[in-house]
Nanobody
């Protein structure tokens, strides 16, 4: 079963940038539908950005124009470039894969069956 490992989280001031990485354990390419989710303390996990493994991306309204999801197939890695960060972006960020494909491109949590351990992002004002 594929495993996902996130990295790149940290602490940054408002207006700053971070790039999160999600490395897949796959050794050969397979199109997986991928997404980033986040969960702030006391809140439900929410979808942030999804990538269908080809060219379609989906973003939550709260991050449109600030976050960009992309994939490096050669490195089997998914990225989330986060610019103009706000304190409300503070959360644990999770990478997820939908290896079945029913929810490809979706930000609906239950479609995703493989999850990473998360990486913390903290934005101070």
């Amino acid at each position: 079963q594929v495993q996902l490992v996130e990295s790149g989280g940290g602490s940054v001031q408002a207006g700053g940038s971070l790039r999160l990485s999600c490395a897949s354990s796959r050794t050969t390419y397979r199109r997986d539908c991928m997404a980033w989710f986040r969960q702030a303390p006391g809140k439900e996990r929410e979808g942030v950005a999804a990538f269908d493994g080809v060219d379609r991306t989906t973003y939550a309204d709260s991050v449109k124009g600030r976050f960009t999801v992309s994939q490096d197939i050669a490195k089997m890695t998914l990225y989330l470039q986060m610019n103009s960060l706000k304190p409300e972006d503070t959360a644990m960020y999770y990478c997820a894969a939908d290896t079945v494909g029913y929810g490809c491109g979706s930000l609906v949590l239950h479609w995703y069956n493989i999850w990473g351990q998360g990486t913390q992002v903290t934005v101070s004002s």
